[in-house]
């Protein structure tokens, strides 16, 4: 009959890793879970594995291996290594997945199972097993440093505690289990004898003994050799598999951004999970500079979409409150108010956005707006058969004659000065006061500066003014191109329209393709994607002091959070 002692070490846990161990029905199991929701996952693989224990019987390694990747395979996005051990009468089991099962039998340490092997053989008396984690193998020294203590486990695993720096100890497990016969009673009757000794002299027992310690620490350190390398060699071989997996998660990124940002967000968070937990691993080299190339090119996916949110909408305001019969052809927001118009009934609307306080406009007899804004707080149209005017005391005045106009795209205001988009003429036309009224129509551009607007879509001005067209995103000071860049994995082509203003941090894109509002720094830099299924079919959009999305849908105005 078998007498069987051991005991366990468990590292500290670390952000997104674990380690776990099980002991029952001599069945003893050691293991890492790596990924999200680490403690909980581990903490389910534990209770499956158990509750399994209590019904069944270990009668091979096969038996074994079914148990751990049973309890295993339920979980989602972990990666789990483990090492496992039963005994059963005279036969032991082992098997592991990424740890390895070491044995210390007659002064001779040896793995006995390593990566995804399950083996089985005699239990003989002695005998030291050590179950162990990828992590421990790394320091396999400090355990070979203290196989003296092997017939006590728990001396092993307490210098293991005493040897191994914290900062180390981070998916690091161990148990260790010695197995020795049960001694039977010595004779009370039967004294020793001590032998007799000369002085000075060595007693022929000390000298085979100290003969014996010398080859056993030769035998440890080249069997230690040959285990670490051996190991080593495999855990490469993990690593660079893991590398190659990763690698083509990642080229499959390019592929996919376009077509769904949003799934691209969660495939960009669970790779950047992975790559983290490669980099906490000691990487050679060359895996080193492939971990630094995948993650480059990880951030440069992420450029396309940002930190993700998925916002919830919030209905803000009816336009059927304005007039049963309101209908919003365009919409556009200034200073805080949305300046709204209503082709069908020839009307403006605005409403202001902090108080919801709304005003009805009659344009003037004969005209039909285009395109309406403020100026100063006063309401501005253009149309564009007849000129630019503006609301003052309750009526509309002419400030602008009819000019020659082509394709207009819309009209925006900066401080007092109006400016038209015409993509016809590739002209961004201004109007400036003058003592009379406004200017005649004047060329934004200075000279040099100017573009094929054909396929301009919209402009935002905050002083810079922004050009959106079907393949570009420009910016513009004073008439004059400055550098500006996005990410070039946003297609424009699926941009609708652009916001920004004089009190705000960021530019927004409408991509209606996607669901989603893009958020920009004013360096081009790409912040977070906004989704919300009704901005598909968005018509107008805007920003109120940058923390609540504007949109048009369906007659109605709804807010989303931007946060």
């Keep these: 009959m078998h007498h069987i002692k051991h005991a366990i070490f468990l590292g500290k846990n670390g952000e ?23 403690t909980e996952q581990a903490k389910s693989i534990s209770e499956k594995v158990r509750s399994e224990l209590l019904y069944l019987t270990i009668s091979n390694s096969q038996t074994l291996v079914e148990l751990i990747e049973k309890a295993v395979g339920e979980e989602q996005d972990i990666s789990v ?10 036969v032991s089991y082992v098997a592991t997945n990424m740890g390895s099962v070491l044995m210390h039998d007659k002064n001779v340490l040896y793995c006995a199972c390593s ?41 092993i695993t307490d210098a293991l505690y005493e040897n191994i720096p ?7 497990a161990c148990i260790v289990l010695y197995i020795e016969k049960e001694e039977q009673s010595v004779s009370q009757n039967e004294p020793e004898i001590e032998p007799v000794t000369t002085r000075f002299s060595i007693q022929p027992r000390y000298l085979k003994g100290a003969i014996a310690l010398v080859v056993l620490i030769a035998i440890v350190f080249v069997a ?41 967000a969660g495939d960009i968070t669970k790779l950047e999970t992975q790559i983290k937990q490669l980099t906490s691993k000691k990487l050679n080299p060359s895996q080193a500079s492939s971990v630094q190339t995948l993650n480059t090119k990880i951030k440069d996916a992420k450029s396309t979409v940002g930190n993700v949110q998925i916002s919830k909408e919030e209905l803000f305001f009816d336009i059927k409150l304005i007039h049963k019969d309101a209908q919003i052809s365009t919409m556009t927001i200034v200073n805080g108010t949305a300046v709204m118009l209503d082709k069908k009934r020839n009307k403006i609307y605005t409403l202001e956005l902090a108080t919801k306080n709304k005003n009805e406009f009659t344009p003037k007899t004969g005209t039909t707006p285009l395109f309406a804004s403020l100026v100063q707080d006063s309401v501005v149209y253009i149309d564009i058969k007849n000129g630019i005017y503006k609301e003052t005391g309750g009526a509309f005045e002419k400030i602008v004659s009819k000019e020659d ?13 109006i400016y038209t988009l015409d993509a016809t003429r590739d002209e961004i036309y201004k109007y400036t006061p003058v003592e009379d009224g406004y200017s005649s129509k004047l060329s934004y551009f200075q000279p040099g500066s100017a573009l094929d607007l054909a396929r301009a879509k919209q402009m935002a001005i905050d002083y810079y003014v922004y050009l959106l067209t079907n393949d570009a995103l420009y910016k513009f000071n004073g008439g004059v191109r400055e550098d500006f860049s996005i990410s070039g994995k946003i297609q424009l082509s699926d941009v609708q329209s652009i916001y920004t203003d004089s009190d705000s941090s960021f530019l927004y894109l409408l991509d209606p393709t996607h669901t989603r509002v893009i958020v920009l720094d004013k360096k081009g830099a790409t912040v977070r994607s906004i989704f919300n299924p009704l901005l598909k079919d968005a018509r107008y959009f805007g920003v109120h002091k ?4 504007v949109f048009l849908y369906n007659n109605k105005l709804y807010m989303l959070d931007n946060l």
Excluded: C
């Excluded at 080593?232 to 598999?241: F, P």
């Excluded at 940058?546 to 999305?549: C, I, P, V, Y």
């Design 16 to 38: 997104g890793s674990v380690t776990f161990f099980i002991a029952q029905q001599q069945v003893y199991i050691v293991g890492e879970v790596v990924g999200e929701n680490a």
């Design 115 to 155: 990566q995804n092997e399950h083996k089985q053989g005699p239990i003989k008396p002695n005998t030291t097993f050590f179950l162990i984690t990828p992590q421990l193998t790394k320091m396999l020294t400090t355990i070979e440093t203290h196989l003296k203590n092997a017939p006590h486990p728990k001396l």
């Design 166 to 172: 914290e900062d180390q100890q981070v998916g690091a």
């Design 546 to 549: 940058d923390t609540r999305l």
């Design 405 to 417: 106009w082509g394709t207009l795209k819309g009209l925006e205001t900066f401080n007092s000065n």
């Design 81 to 90: 290594s483990w090492s496992a051990l039963s005994l059963s009468q005279d």
């Design 224 to 264: 230690g050799k040959f285990v670490f390398g051996m190991i080593e060699t495999k855990r490469n071989e993990s690593i660079n598999l893991a590398i190659t997996t990763i690698g083509k998660s990642v080229d499959a990124l390019s592929a996919s951004s376009t077509k769904d940002p949003q799934k691209l």
